[in-house]
Structure formats: C-alpha cells, structure tokens
C-alpha cells in the first residue's frame, strides 16, 4: 500500500463501544472492532463499522472465553462482509490512560490476522464528562502497530 491509512469509525460502533465503558464505569471493559479495509492503494481506508463489546471485569485477560467469542464474532460477521479488525479498550482506573499489557497482547493477536489492526483507548475522564455535557470531543486514542527493524510496539496516533 502506497498512501497513508487512514481510519473511520463508524456512529453505531462507536455509539456501543461508549454505552459499555459507560455502563460499567467501576470496571475495565472491552471489546472487538468489525470492518472491512476500503479504499485503493493511494487511499486505504480502515472502516471500522462495528462494535462487539466483550467483557467488563477482571475476565478481560482469560485466554478461553477470549478465544471463543473471537471464534463465534467472526462466524457471525464474516457473512456480512466484516472481519475483526481492531480492539477497545477502557482502563478500570479513571486516572489510568496507558495501554496496558492486556491490551496489547490482544492487539499483537488481531494485528497477526489483520496487519492494519486499530486498537481504540477509552479515555474514562472524558466519559465522565459526557453525561454532564462538558465535553464532546472524542473519547477514544488510537493506536496502531509500528515496526522499525525488529522492534514493534503500539503507538498513539496524534
């Protein structure tokens, strides 16, 4: 691919990815990304068009129930035309806004199907304040893979 990526999210993936962080405020929550890469190779287009929240507690690390509804996500949407393509994030700590160790391993594991994975970084401050309309500018931080040499890591998109 010649040009830059670029990303899209769509209203009712990021409508349900924001209702699940702000249902379980107290607890760490996450879920899967549908999609589908668009666009031509000047232009690519990463389309985030659905959301699948998964879990809300301390089960967010379990490798088998992970496992399996990857499996039955994928079954489900790949008859529609969308592949997982990214992952979401919220910390369990307002104050926390790292992605942590969780987040990536579940990241590295899509970007090995999907090489463009997105992984999205709720921000619990600014959903705090959406309730109270203080704030309206987005919530999330992407993130994407980035390899140099034979080092990769996660980082933030400005």
Not at 37 to 65: K, M, Q
Not at 115 to 127: E, S, T
Request: glycine content about 8%.
């Amino acid at each position: 691919m010649g040009g830059e990526l670029r990303y899209e999210i769509g209203h009712n993936a990021y409508i349900k990815l924001v209702l699940h962080a702000l249902k379980h405020k107290t607890s760490a929550v996450n879920g899967v990304l549908l999609g589908r890469l668009s666009g031509s190779d000047a232009t690519p287009v990463v389309e985030l068009a659905e959301s699948v929240p998964l879990f809300h507690s301390h089960h967010i690390g379990l490798l088998p129930p992970l496992e399996i509804a990857l499996i039955q996500i994928e079954e489900y949407y790949s008859d529609q035309g969308l592949n997982i393509v990214g992952y979401f994030h919220a910390n369990e700590r307002c104050d926390d806004i790292e992605l942590g160790k969780v987040a990536k391993h579940i990241g590295d594991h899509i970007h090995q199907c999907f090489p463009q994975a997105a992984l999205l970084l709720l921000d619990n401050k600014k959903l705090e304040a959406l309730p109270k309309g203080k704030d309206r500018g987005p919530v999330v931080q992407l993130y994407t893979r980035y390899i140099l040499e034979l080092e990769a890591s996660w980082i933030r998109w400005k």
